[in-house]
């Protein structure tokens, strides 16, 4: 044979459908609610219901029951394409974004630079949360026609109607990019925005989401999923350990400490549970109370430090005034780079803040741990092996 005959692996075609995402991710608790399957489903026959207890997708027709699917068995893979935690959901994102997997010892995933960021506009540093990254990004990707806008969660009452639970919604100018500022750690499925999106006639878009709603796209892509998969051009992550269900409100919040959902201004987490009143008082929670309260699609997700973004950002360390910001990608850097050059956003290193860094690295290896031994290994890999 000749040195130049290269025999290539034969594809193999993807069949996989409603039944296997069933048992395989929802049954068996992998399932983050992220609702990739959700949009990406040509058929509209999954459901999503946005309230406390579920955060899950569901078959709605009833056919062949809640378990299996009739497009499914005609051939329909949608699913199952657009689903981050089915079978080797990592390594196919990592080798679309990258071009190779992660080594082991990159526990918070393939990075080009960490950076502490904070946005130069005073109003948008205060209104956002720590150094106001995300909104800043939004904000400037908009106004220099990068996107025309981005799934993002808002509070179902309005910034002054009262209540605290997260909601899917769309931001297309620096309004609605305010209107969706700061963090909520109870969940929103921001990807439930994207018929929203679609009816406004949007198509560039920005996903920020949550670590596991950033792997839907790179996934997506990855399994050649469709057009659902093409109006998202850049994925801002969030860097998260875990969401909370919204009752812990009600029944923790109000019940033990008195604090109205409805009277809360801002929250944040450094160790504790930290909660601003409108009134301007100010209390803390410890962290292990809220345990309980701990959202059913976070038990086993591995994914802390959003590692398939192409911007992962999060509030972690010492330098509470600033962003720690993970750039992954040449799109990620791309944007960075010229948001410093238009004085859009402030930098100084990411070693500036090593405590930052080393948290980080902590809470990706103790989320990795989660993940069963069961599912793929993967998501595993570096890991130190269990004492006998």
């Known amino acids: 044979m000749s040195t130049t005959d290269v025999t290539k692996p034969a594809k193999v075609r993807w069949t996989h459908q409603w039944k296997e995402l069933y048992d395989e991710v929802i049954d068996s608790g992998l399932c983050t609610g992220c609702a990739g399957c959700v949009i990406a489903c040509p058929h509209d026959v999954i ?84 150094g106001g990254l995300v909104s800043a990004i939004l904000i400037w990707c908009l106004e220099n026609d990068i996107i025309d806008g981005a799934l993002v969660s808002h509070l179902e009452g309005g910034t002054k109607g009262g209540g605290w639970k997260a909601i899917p919604g769309v931001a297309s100018n620096r309004e609605e990019v305010i209107a969706g500022a700061g963090s909520r750690y109870t969940y929103s499925a921001n990807t439930m925005a994207f018929d929203e999106a679609k009816d406004r006639g949007l198509d560039r878009l920005a996903l920020v989401g949550m670590s596991c709603q950033t792997s839907i796209g790179p996934v997506m892509w990855h399994r050649k999923v469709g057009k659902v998969s093409k109006p998202i051009k850049l994925n801002i992550g969030l860097l998260c350990s875990k969401s909370f269900d919204d009752s812990m409100f009600d029944e923790l919040f109000a019940v033990k400490y008195g604090l109205d959902k409805n009277n809360i201004a801002k929250m ?55 962003t720690l910001t993970v750039v992954r990608t040449d799109l990620g850097r791309a944007v960075i780079d010229a948001m410093i050059k238009d004085g859009a956003i402030e930098t100084r290193p990411g070693d500036d803040d090593p405590a930052a860094i080393d948290l980080m690295q902590r809470l990706a290896q103790k989320s990795r741990e989660r993940w069963p031994e069961w599912a793929n290994s993967a998501a595993r890999v570096g890991l130190p092996e269990r004492k006998k």
């Open 268 to 322: 944040n987490i450094k160790g504790v549970f930290q909660v601003w009143m409108k009134d301007g008082t100010y209390h803390e929670i410890n962290l292990k109370e809220c345990h309980a309260w701990t959202r059913e699609g976070c038990i086993h997700c591995p994914d802390f430090a959003a590692e398939h973004a192409d911007i992962s950002t999060g509030g972690i360390g010492n330098e509470t005034d600033w």
């Open 47 to 130: 459901g999503y219901k946005h309230e406390p207890g579920h955060y899950k997708p569901f078959h709605l027709e009833e056919d062949l029951g809640a378990t299996n699917c009739g497009h499914g068995e005609k051939g329909c893979t949608s699913c199952t394409r657009a689903c981050p935690r089915f079978r080797d959901w990592e390594t196919e994102a990592d080798e679309h974004l990258f071009g190779r997997v992660r080594e082991p010892e990159e526990m918070a995933g393939i990075y080009k630079d960490i950076l502490l960021v904070r946005a130069s506009d005073d109003f948008v540093y205060d209104i956002g949360q720590d």
